[in-house]
């Protein structure tokens, strides 16, 4: 269920939109971290407000508000205009509360699930992004943000030790604080029969004050795509690492959709490293429907034993996977549909559905 509407004030169109949606067979499909008779828990809830003139110099203000099953996020961004060919600045606040369930959560079914681990994280952050202006094949983009990261339990209140009591942030209290700055810079070039991607993330934790957290931790990802016949081969490697303080949130995990499928998120393993690849074949069957193999694999390269408390190690994680599987996509204007069905090295399948958005 969904509603949209458009205000025009002083000669500004603000868009406002509200969406909500019930899960009403959410219960028997998945099991909710958080167990509650209120209705309301039960609705996946998004509003959206986008003003493109709001101190009548086109400032552009968007505020957005996600409401999961079990997590919320709220976002809100102001950009003031600047010439093209200068840096154009946002600033942000943004605060959410997810479970953390990539490294804290416990493998169960043959690791093709992740359940609870009483873990979850409230993080709070406000900042400031640089968005370079872009050539014909780059893009850059630079941020820097304080943060304000807290663990909770699954009733809400603050704890700063996992299930087995060992520590779940960096500092040892029930909060982390970083000051973290951020570089991502991208290469894409792309035609009717082959694309490459290259993409670099670093993220450098700032010392401003004793007690912060100082940490390097970089991600490389590179992919490439071109036709075999009427076919088309995509692959990709993923790679990671962190140095410096860190805390048991902050490893690189592996297992999920977007990593090793047939495993559970972060049913793999979590690292201080991480190396991850990925191949895709596609077969067009209609102009809309694809059919598609694939393969993925990851290791966290024997670095779990680096993150503090050992949480992988704990849960009994393999820390090498293998999925392989096959599945459909659909294509449309409102993006693609993906279906797969994955196997893992246990011999156990599970089934992943998902929307790629128009432009994704």
Not at 124 to 140: A, L, R, Y
Not at 161 to 185: A, C, H, W
């Amino acid at each position: 269920m969904g509603a949209q509407k458009s205000i025009h004030a002083r000669n500004a169109k603000i868009d406002f939109n509200v969406d909500l949606t019930q899960k009403l067979c959410g219960a028997l499909l998945f099991p909710h971290i958080r167990q509650s008779s209120n209705p309301f828990s039960q609705v996946i809830a998004r509003l959206s407000i986008k003003h493109p003139n709001l101190f009548g110099r086109n400032e552009k203000l968007d505020v957005l508000w996600d409401k999961g099953i079990d997590d919320f996020n709220i976002l809100i961004a102001f950009r003031r205009p600047r010439p093209d060919w200068l840096s154009q600045q946002s600033f942000t606040i943004q605060h959410s509360v997810a479970p953390e369930i990539a490294v804290h959560g416990l493998p169960v079914d043959h690791f093709t699930r992740s359940g609870s681990g009483g873990v979850n994280l409230s993080r709070s952050s406000v900042g400031v992004d640089f968005n370079e202006p872009s050539t014909s094949h780059w893009s850059s983009k630079t941020s820097i943000k304080f943060e304000h990261v807290r663990p909770l339990n699954n009733d809400g209140h603050t704890i700063n030790r996992d299930m087995d009591g060992f520590p779940i942030t960096s500092s040892g209290r029930s909060y982390d604080n970083m000051i973290v700055l951020k570089q991502e810079s991208q290469y894409a070039i792309a035609n009717d029969d082959r694309f490459t991607k290259f993409n670099f993330q670093m993220e450098q934790g700032l010392p401003l004050l004793s007690k912060w957290l100082i940490f390097n931790r970089f991600k490389i990802v590179a992919s490439k795509g071109f036709k075999l016949g009427p076919t088309f081969l995509v692959t990709s490697l993923t790679s990671g690492s962190i140095v410096g303080d860190m805390a048991p949130y902050q490893a690189f995990a592996l297992g999920g959709i977007g990593s090793v499928r047939g495993y559970g998120e972060g049913a793999v393993g979590s690292g201080r490293s991480c190396l991850v690849a990925n191949g895709e074949f596609t077969i067009p069957v209609t102009k809309e429907l694809e059919g598609a193999i694939f393969m993925d694999c990851g290791t966290d390269l024997g670095s779990a034993r680096h993150v503090p408390g050992n949480p992988a190690i704990r849960q009994g994680k393999p820390g090498f996977g293998v999925g392989l599987g096959y599945g459909v996509r659909f294509n449309s204007h409102l993006g693609q549909f993906r279906v797969d069905y994955a196997i893992n090295a246990f011999q156990r399948k599970t089934l992943y559905f998902g929307i790629n958005g128009v432009g994704s």
